[in-house]
């Protein structure tokens, strides 16, 4: 079962958990009408072209926005690319789709992406036409697994061999990495057009699916509860509305419950 925070509850710091009633079957007619038909999403997990299996394709997200009756996109972003690099890539994206009223869903880096394409002057321009954020399991502060790599310089020397190796670049793990000095250690707002929804995986660690996702989360688990990526302790300057989720990980494992959760959190943007 998933357990979600009471929709009617903006909360920036986590309380008890409160089940969510209702499961979405379809949307009213009406939120058809409100987004014309239209939804993009923003995806970017790390590896989503080379691991599409890890979820950062969004394809659950997709096919369930297309069985609802809306049309989807995918902005190209790097796969493995520097938070700076992508920023830039979803603002020229943006300026070429200035007509269209946009929902965008980010999964995983593509939170930290997203973030930074909105701490420019000009975002209330370049991103009047978007709703709606539904930020999912986004490091929007950074994560404490980059840290982990670059505390130690037998593993930050690994990990730069490796990515080496595989032509891709160390800065992904250096702008992600958590903290007062770090890259995405400041404030923000979306603008007042934008409407903003978290869902964040809250996890035990019986909950996780893989041997990388046990390791992330039992890592993490010193600065206590996690998705095996991001601290639910972070949740705190996050804005908007904030639903941590019961038993699943990072990459929204049970897929069948993830489902559920798609359907539940279009319906409550659209009530």
């Known amino acids: 079962m998933t357990i979600l925070v009471n929709a009617n509850l903006k909360i920036k710091v986590i309380g008890q958990a409160q089940l969510l009633g209702a499961v979405c079957v379809d949307l009213p007619h009406q939120a058809h009408e409100c987004v014309d038909g239209f939804l993009n999403l923003l995806s970017i997990g790390t590896l989503y072209v080379e691991r599409p299996d890890m979820g950062g394709d969004g394809l659950i997200v997709r096919e369930v926005a297309t069985n609802l009756g809306l049309k989807t996109d995918l902005i190209p972003l790097v796969s493995f690319g520097s938070v700076k690099t992508n920023a830039g890539l979803i603002r020229d994206w943006l300026k070429k789709h200035q007509q269209e009223r ?33 930020n999912v399991c986004g490091p929007l502060s950074g994560s ?25 670049d160390f800065q992904f793990v250096s702008d992600l990495r958590h903290g007062d000095n770090a890259p995405l250690n400041f404030a923000f707002q979306p603008p007042e057009c934008m409407r903003m929804v978290s869902l964040i995986g809250f996890p035990l ?14 890592t ?10 991001t601290s639910l302790a972070d949740l705190h300057v996050v804005p ?10 990072h990459y929204f494992r049970p897929e069948s419950e993830a489902r559920k959760l798609v359907l539940a959190t279009f319906r409550y943007l659209f009530e």
């Open 220 to 229: 993490l688990s010193k600065h206590g509860p996690n998705d095996g990526t």
């Open 144 to 168: 404490r697994m980059a840290n982990w790599i670059l505390e130690s310089r037998i593993r930050t020397w690994f990990f730069q061999c490796k990515l080496r190796w595989q032509k891709r």
């Open 205 to 218: 660690h019986r909950h996780m699916t893989t041997r990388f996702s046990h390791f992330c989360h039992r």
């Open 240 to 249: 908007g509305e904030i639903y941590p989720v019961w038993g699943m990980d």
């Open 102 to 134: 946009i929902i965008l869903v980010s999964l995983s880096k593509g939170g930290a992406d997203l973030k930074l394409a909105m701490s420019s002057p000009d975002s209330p321009e370049t991103f009047h036409n978007v709703i709606a954020w539904i």
